[in-house]
């Protein structure tokens, strides 16, 4: 078999490629050794002889059911994990988490007439001031103000 390797370098240059990605048709490969000038491997090209090869792209499919899995919390375990707990769930974003939802309720409770304006000012700052854990505490806190 012929060196191609300048009919190949030519081609690259013709089609704006790496020389990797120059595909020549292994039927025709006399006809492409004789091709020894720009011209002469235009010709080829025109005629469908040499041809770019498409690029070679990088799947996601694996990374697309991985990102599922851990989703559903798979994949998750200390093997797994990179940077400290409070790297992976800032203090910050647990606070603003838990005193946006607390805020949510007693404005809804507020609205529905659940808790007047005064006690809503005071849960309010209760709130702020980190006193309930979660919504449930300042829930059961207020069904026990009450009794």
Partial sequence: MADLANQKRLAAALLKVGVTRVWMDPEKLEDIATAITREDIRGLIEAGTVKRRPKVGISRGRARARDIKRAKGHRK???SRRGAAGARAPKKEQWMRKIRAQRKVLREMREEKTI?????RILYRKAKGGEFRNVAHLKSYIAYQKK
């Fill in 77 to 79: 375990g200390h093997g």
């Fill in 116 to 120: 007047d304006a005064h006690n809503y």
